[in-house]
């Protein structure tokens, strides 16, 4: 079937106020009693109004306006020691206790679930006093789903040399269905895959289960492969991670994260594989990383405030997304998510956000700039009708709010006629 591939430049477009939904008046928050629920929400993700300064011309990498904790650098590598990340451990580590997995009882001989002695060697690293570097060698490890818990006493540098894969027993999965590798509530945690690190999620079973795949199936939830969740001053670098049994790598109410250097691979039709999720997560810089998956490049919703994201490469896959928000009627709060730099080859859309009608509260102080797309369907689409179910989504009359959104300089080709696609 031939398409037609357009060229198209824009170099400025601002969406000052609310996409002019007819039901806007009801997207303000403000009309609701202080009391009510939107409050206990922001309050629990983390949100606050009024933390993020209206952006400059340049926002990238630049606090403004003060309130942001910075990231600790005593456990941040400086870019001059990364070259040798051995190095680098025992340049900031000189007194720091390194725990290997095998010393735990490991086994890398392609049988083996290794799920205890990882659990066991990071229960000993997170409750030294000293700094600890968590080491996985440079071997192919199978573990099934765990958590690396926190509050730990001291900073924690996970070093994995080799790489691990899910086990695809799903029985595994019984008492958690959402998550393989979950970080959960650790502060102060570097995840560096040193270039040769691999996550992978051995996802085709999952798959071959989803609904999205055979309609016959009921929809069930498959597990993200990782997710970081409450984790404040998180480092994840050079890593590379491929098919997710669903998401690939979801950020959830944490707060300070730099994620450097990821590499996500799946294949194009594998369902809902996102490549970085963020949720309810403050201060988050994702810098150079490629992603091609079947679903969202990035995508960022509900609670998000200070996102940055620079030196992306998406495709394929459905591109970078803001949403979808609001969907069964919910609250949803996202502001400040400034991208710059970005190129999207052959995703079917470009920069989105998405909403459900119905929901409630706003996506605003939004910037695209300096993006470059090749073939990509809807190159800049609002869609305020977003709708992801069997069943047709009736009208509403309440729906988020989309303000301030600025596309800078976006350039390239298209393959369904004009970039511009804004739908209510
Ligand atoms: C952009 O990201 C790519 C892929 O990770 C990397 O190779 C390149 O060095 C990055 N460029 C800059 C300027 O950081
Ligand atoms: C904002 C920020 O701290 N970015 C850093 C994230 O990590 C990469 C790689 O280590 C650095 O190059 C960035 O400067």
């Known amino acids: 079937m031939a398409s037609v591939v357009s060229s198209f430049f824009l170099p400025m477009i601002t969406i000052l106020c609310a996409l002019p939904a007819p039901w806007h008046a009801q997207s303000d928050a403000s009309h609701l009693p202080a009391h009510s629920f939107h409050g206990s929400l922001r309050k629990e993700l983390g949100y606050s109004f009024g933390a993020h300064p209206y952006y400059s011309s340049h926002p990238f990498f630049r606090e403004e306006g003060g309130g942001v ?11 001059s020691d990364e070259s040798a990340s051995m190095t680098t451990s025992s340049l900031l580590y000189s007194s720091a206790r ?19 002695a990882f659990q066991k060697a990071w229960t000993e690293a997170c409750s030294t006093s000293k700094d600890a570097v968590l080491l996985v060698p440079n071997k192919n490890y199978f573990i099934g789903p765990i958590t690396f818990s926190g509050p730990c006493q001291s900073n924690i540098f996970l070093q994995m040399k080799g790489s691990i894969k899910a086990s695809d027993d799903q029985s595994k999965y019984k008492n958690d269905g959402r998550h ?21 999620g051995n996802g085709k079973f999952w798959w071959q289960n989803s609904c999205k795949v055979d309609e016959s199936l009921p929809c069930k939830d498959a597990p993200t492969a990782m997710t970081f969740y409450g984790c404040n001053n998180l480092r994840v670098q050079n890593l590379k991670i491929q098919n997710a049994q669903q998401m690939h790598m979801s950020f959830e109410k944490c707060s300070n994260v730099n994620v450097s250097g990821i590499q996500v691979t799946a294949p194009a039709d594998s369902p809902n594989t996102d490549g970085i999720h963020v949720t309810g997560t403050q201060n988050i810089h994702i810098s150079s ?21 620079t030196n992306i490469t ?7 997304s803001i949403g979808s928000l609001g969907s069964d009627n919910s609250a949803a709060y996202v502001s400040g998510v400034y991208l710059d730099g970005a190129k999207l080859i052959g995703t079917t859309n470009g920069v989105r956000i998405k909403t459900w009608q119905g929901g409630l509260g706003s996506a605003s102080q939004i910037s695209f700039k300096n993006i470059e797309m090749q073939s990509v369907s809807n190159p800049i689409i609002i869609d ?3 709708c992801d179910q069997a069943q047709p989504c009736k009208n509403q009359k309440s729906a988020v709010q989309v303000k301030d959104v600025v596309y800078e300089n976006i350039r390239g080709t298209s393959a369904r006629g004009g970039p511009l696609h804004l739908q209510q």
């Open 98 to 116: 390194v725990v290997s997995v095998d010393s735990f009882g490991a086994k890398a001989d392609g049988k083996q679930d290794n799920t205890l």
């Open 180 to 200: 393989w590798i979950l970080f959960k509530n650790v502060a102060n945690l570097v995840v560096d895959g040193g270039g040769s690190g691999k996550v992978d």
């Open 314 to 320: 998406c495709g394929p896959g459905h591109g970078i």
């Open 289 to 309: 990383c490629v992603i091609g998956t079947g679903d969202d490049c990035i995508s960022i919703v509900a609670g998000s405030q200070k996102v940055y994201a």
């Open 69 to 79: 904790v910075p990231i600790k650098a005593a456990i941040f590598p400086r870019a």
């Open 384 to 386: 305020q009708n977003y």
